[in-house]
């Protein structure tokens, strides 16, 4: 095979793939409640664990590491913690870990006045998994949903923070796919029907009370967000009944009525993807103490937030001002007058703030990655574009710095879910595809949430159909339009992006020089079958409804039929692979059988195995491996730059 031709020389100094994805100094601060002390995230023996210091002291760029202000309550050495947060009282730090990506996620307490002192493991049950977490007003307790019992049964626990002692406060009969727990003792179910429709009941002791019904079509992984109300009598939740977009509305626990509080007139409310990615900030914005509404985020091309509180009318400004990205995570104490919030950006990282309200004043407080110089990094750019059948395809263009834009090499990076959207944001991903001289093309396609439920709907039926049609008219586009050379363009993904990445490999193999997947299905019947026991009554909304039922056999045969593995000797560009030994929600046997199938077949195929990581990689030297491996493939295949010619 001849070699690509490679990319015109670029002014843009080549960034490492270690300055992308080795760990931030800091990141995720957290305000304690109290006002007084910041938590956040940073490295130690090359793992993220959480440190705390107070909020007055000097905040230096590059921390020192014997920095005396700053003390590390977790010593996790093993993996990486991505998700952490304060107890009501500021007197715990509590963090959740899995073991190597087997998400069977723990509750850990660390204590931030004794450092010293091993963090505790508050759901030492083998094989539990603690499935959400609800503060309550009693600082000393939170109450969590876990299967202690069952696989596929969570049930409901109060769990007291000084002893670890869990309590039982409602058992699933069987038919509790969920709970919630109002600040009054409320408890609540969400149940699922054979239809899918998603029920929510008053729990009274194990006798329920229905109180309102919710479509699972509009809602293919149950009601996000699901807030109560500081009175208990209600529920803010997204919903778009009635409506193509989502808004928020209150659900009267007693009548089950839905009653509007605020909507925008073209957006969704930002749901459910934070729901589903602690990356991104939640949908509501809730004060600490008192549990009221503060405001609600919307999601076009860049974010808008509604205040719904006068207090916070007076803040959000002052907060907007502080930069030119999107406000992202919020922390504040309870009087909400100290805040800590940092800012989704495209070039600039989550920098960090931290604000006062009594006096106006403002001081950045860190940038998680001080190296990577913005003016070098390459802008993000939403676009829209028409598919062949006329729907709009919002998409994301991102094109290197320092070199013509035309006819360049290009890889089509396509997200997972497929119920999940790319946005205007900083991506490592994007940011080292660029630098390396690739222009970048992220598509949300049909499928995709947050651009109302017509275009989440009109996927259904389509996998390896209308929703491939998407990715190709887009790549059409970028041709048409001089952006791409169409003889140099790699597919990529991860997940349901893997799976499209080995779809355009297999379905359309003359349009795409190099194809990645990264955890991505490849037998779509075998991904249906292997999902985790208590998630399985959930899938009539998303997996059945979408790409089939592999108990019916002619459903089963249509679903093998859009599966890449039964298409695999179309294959022709090379292939890489990437996969974590302990996915639990793609095996790793698809990605073994293709690289098999391949293999046999004499198609070039890189395959990366870690034994280490689960359906993502998580610790930093995981990364760091796919991302350089990934660089070289791009680079023998599409011509782009790569760290080894340094």
């Not at 002192?117 to 307790?141: C, F, M, S, Y």
Request: proline share 8%.
């Amino acid at each position: 095979m001849t070699a690509p031709p490679t990319t015109a020389p670029m002014t843009t100094p080549l960034i490492t793939v270690e300055e992308f994805f080795g760990p931030p100094v800091r990141s995720s601060a957290q305000l304690s409640p109290d006002g007084t002390k910041v938590a956040y995230l940073a490295p130690w023996r090359d793992r993220l664990n959480v440190f705390v210091r107070d909020l007055d002291g000097d905040w230096p760029e590059t921390p020192a590491v014997d920095d005396p202000a700053s003390h590390r309550v977790t010593s996790d050495d093993h993996r990486s913690i991505e998700t952490f947060f304060w107890s009501a009282d500021s007197r715990y730090l509590l963090f959740l870990q899995d073991d190597d990506g087997d998400e069977n996620v723990h509750l850990y307490r660390a204590d931030p006045a004794d450092p010293e002192r091993p963090a505790a493991d508050l759901t030492p049950i083998e094989g539990v998994r603690v499935a959400r977490i609800h503060l309550t007003p009693d600082p000393a307790t939170v109450v969590v949903e876990l299967n202690g019992r069952s696989p596929e049964l969570i049930d409901l626990h109060e769990l007291d923070l000084d002893s670890g002692r869990l309590s039982m406060l409602a058992a699933n009969p069987g038919d509790v796919v969920g709970w919630v727990y109002t600040p009054t003792g409320r408890i609540l179910t969400w149940g699922i029907t054979e239809d899918g429709t998603h029920l929510l009941s008053d729990w009274n002791a194990g006798e329920p009370r229905l109180i309102s019904r919710f479509s699972g079509l509009d809602h293919p992984f149950g009601i996000s967000p699901f807030v109560p109300t500081p009175d208990g009598t209600g529920l803010w939740i997204g919903s778009p009944r009635g409506s193509d977009r989502t808004r928020l509305v209150r659900v009267d626990l007693d009548t089950g009525e839905q009653i509007g509080v605020d909507s925008h007139p073209v957006f969704d409310l930002d749901t459910p993807r934070p729901e589903a990615d602690p990356r991104f900030p939640s949908s509501l914005i809730v004060h600490p103490g008192d549990g009221e509404l503060l405001g609600a985020r919307y999601l076009g091309a860049r974010q808008e937030i509604h205040a719904l509180d006068p207090r916070f009318a007076e803040v959000l400004p002052r907060l907007a001002e502080l930069s030119d990205g999107d406000l992202a995570h919020v922390s504040c104490d309870t009087t909400a007058m100290r805040w800590v919030v940092d800012f989704t950006h495209d070039r600039d990282h989550r920098a960090t703030w931290f604000y006062d309200h009594t006096t106006g004043t403002a001081r950045r407080l860190f940038r998680p990655y001080p190296h990577l110089d913005p003016a070098q990094l390459a802008p993000v750019t939403p676009v829209t574009l028409t598919a062949r059948d006329g729907i709009d395809l919002p998409c994301h263009l991102t094109l290197p710095v320092g070199i013509e834009h035309r006819d360049l090499p290009t890889v089509v990076l396509l997200h997972g879910g497929p119920w999940y959207r790319d946005s205007w944001t900083y991506d490592p991903e994007v940011q080292l595809l660029a630098n390396r001289g690739y222009a970048v093309l992220q598509v949300n396609f049909r499928g995709s949430t947050g651009y109302g439920k017509a275009h989440m709907q009109a996927a259904i039926g389509q996998f390896a159909g209308r929703m491939h049609d998407d990715v190709i008219d887009a790549l059409d586009w970028a041709i048409a339009r001089g952006y791409t050379d169409r003889d140099r363009v790699a597919v990529y993904g991860s997940s349901y992006g893997g799976y499209a990445a080995l779809v355009g490999a297999a379905f359309t193999p003359d349009r795409f020089a190099a194809a990645i997947s990264y955890t991505g299905m490849s037998d779509l019947a075998d991904l249906s079958e292997r999902i985790v026991p208590f998630a399985r009554k959930m899938l009539v909304n998303s997996y059945v409804r979408y790409f089939g039922d592999p108990s019916d056999p002619a459903q089963r045969a249509d679903m093998l039929a859009r599966s890449p593995i039964t298409r695999v000797d179309d294959i022709t560009a090379p292939v890489m692979l990437v996969h974590g030994a302990n996915d639990l929600r793609v095996h790793r046997s698809h990605s073994d059988r293709v690289a098999e199938a391949l293999r046999a077949r004499g198609v070039e195929v890189e395959y990366l195995l870690n034994e280490r990581e689960g359906h993502w990689f998580i610790n930093p030297d995981s990364n760091i491996e796919l991302y350089r491996t990934m660089e070289r493939f791009l680079a023998r295949h599409l011509g782009g730059r790569s760290a080894g010619e340094a």
